[in-house]
């Protein structure tokens, strides 16, 4: 008998075998791939990662923080002086965007399998434009509050359709280096929204500013339209479907570790832009703006660098670097009496930030299921959400005790936390997976 031959017997020995198969269990997982399958916008076959779709994502994700980042500096000056608001007035009004935020982002991964991604994309772009140019009309205190509610059910639902997708499109071996340059939308945002709101508001006024945020908003619609969507049909089952039994839409237990890692460090960012301006004041500096700019510039040169270096080498590589520099960058700031030191002080914390949030973003990805990756990454950006809220609302008590430069020191020990529970998560995985590659 020849070797083809003897092929062709094995392949028909087989394939009774195979189609003997459960068609119970084939048809349920038919269904649940026929049902995961219209919510992905379509992926290229090589590892190629600047497709059309991921160049359109990060263009959307850069619009919608920038739209975020000009906004909330500036609202507390004008909350203050419009209202008379006091502190824990302002502090609440600020909050409240992230209660909604976070609250929606748990019923988001239920309703992406409901709605589907575009559709439920294009409801919260809808709802973030529209309660955007809302903010020109408020007159009380009831609606501005409103509004916050709205502008947080609009920002969580679009900014977690961007980052699924990112997560679907980019190829598994780039997938550090991919979230490196998809965080950098993110992080430039963050960095440099700030300086460009504040000099809208103070010289233009708040109105300027918000025709200006609503232009960015709308600005969303004709990109995200250009995302390609795979448009696969639903495949119907040929025997009754009996389907495993439902995770939470809620809550991926992978994901936990590396969300509270970036709940740590987002902490420590929701102190520093929510009381920065009042720290210039308080240590006469001169336009603290400029750390957001050279914080950003820092944010630009690493995250790539970090990204790659993570998907080669692993989150020991990449983590402990950037939580040791994002203390420092805090510890300098607070003893900042001059531009030089601010400059340097927002230098380190730019290298430690943008190390350790794409990196993290990239571990939580890994660590998810395929099929969950939307909760996933609600999860990871509800922990941003909720630790700039915390840090806002707890170092306001420890700035009243301490003031600014003590809360900045107090501060950075968010970061020596974060390090005990890293160096502890890695023990313990090392214990139970001594042969793993550093993704436990």
Not at 69 to 94: C, D, K, R, W
Not at 184 to 213: E, R
Not at 289 to 316: C, E, Q, T, Y
Request: hydrophobic share 50%.
């Amino acid at each position: 008998m020849t070797a083809s031959q003897a092929s062709r017997v094995s392949e028909a020995s087989q394939a009774p075998l195979a189609s003997s198969a459960s068609p119970v269990s084939t048809a349920a997982q038919a269904a649940q791939a026929a049902q995961a399958a219209p919510l992905k916008a379509s992926q290229p076959s090589s590892s190629k990662l600047w497709t059309m779709n991921f160049i359109f994502l990060t263009l959307c994700n850069l619009c919608v923080y920038l739209n975020l980042q000009m906004i909330t500096p500036s609202l507390p000056a004008y909350v203050s002086a419009t209202f008379g608001s006091t502190g824990t007035t302002i502090s609440f009004v600020i909050s409240l965007f992230a209660v909604s935020a976070i609250a929606t982002r748990l019923f988001a991964g239920k309703w992406f399998e409901l709605l589907g991604q575009r559709r439920l994309m294009l409801i919260g772009l809808i709802v973030y434009a529209v309660s955007t140019a809302g903010y020109a009309y408020v007159q009380w205190m009831g609606s501005l509050l409103a509004l916050r509610v709205l502008y947080g059910i609009g920002f969580a639902i679009a900014g977690t359709a961007f980052g699924t997708l990112a997560s679907e499109i980019i190829p598994k071996n780039r997938m550090g280096e991919g979230m490196g340059y998809f965080g950098l939308s993110t992080s430039l945002s963050m960095s440099i929204a700030p300086v460009i709101g504040l000099w809208l508001l103070n010289d233009y006024g708040f109105n300027t500013l918000i025709g200006a945020s609503s232009v960015l908003a709308v600005a969303v619609f004709p990109l995200a339209l250009m995302i390609r969507f795979s448009s696969q049909p639903r495949v119907a089952s040929a025997a009754p479907t009996v389907l495993p039994k439902k995770r939470s839409s809620m809550w991926e237990r992978g994901a936990l570790f590396p969300c509270v890692l970036n709940l740590l460090l987002s902490v420590t960012y929701g102190g520093l832009i929510t009381f920065i301006a009042l720290f210039g004041k308080e240590t006469s500096l001169g336009n603290v703006g400029w750390f957001f700019l050279f914080n950003a510039l820092m944010v630009v040169v690493i995250r790539p660098f970090s990204g790659k270096l993570f998907d080669r080498k692993g989150h020991a590589a990449v983590l402990p670097t950037g939580a040791l520099f994002t203390a420092f960058g805090l510890v300098l700031l607070s003893f900042s009496s001059g531009m030089g030191l601010l400059i340097v002080s927002a230098l380190c914390y730019g290298i430690g930030y943008g190390m350790l949030q794409p990196s993290l973003q990239a571990w939580t990805i890994q660590r998810s299921a395929p099929d969950r990756r939307a909760v996933a990454t609600g999860m990871f950006y509800n922990s941003i959400d909720l630790g700039i809220a915390m840090g806002s609302v707890c170092f306001g008590f420890v700035a009243s005790a301490a003031g600014y430069a003590g809360m900045y020191r107090i501060s950075a020990l968010s970061m020596l936390i974060f390090l005990i529970l890293y160096v502890w998560h890695v023990i313990g995985a090392s214990r139970t997976q001594p042969t793993g590659k550093g993704n436990a």
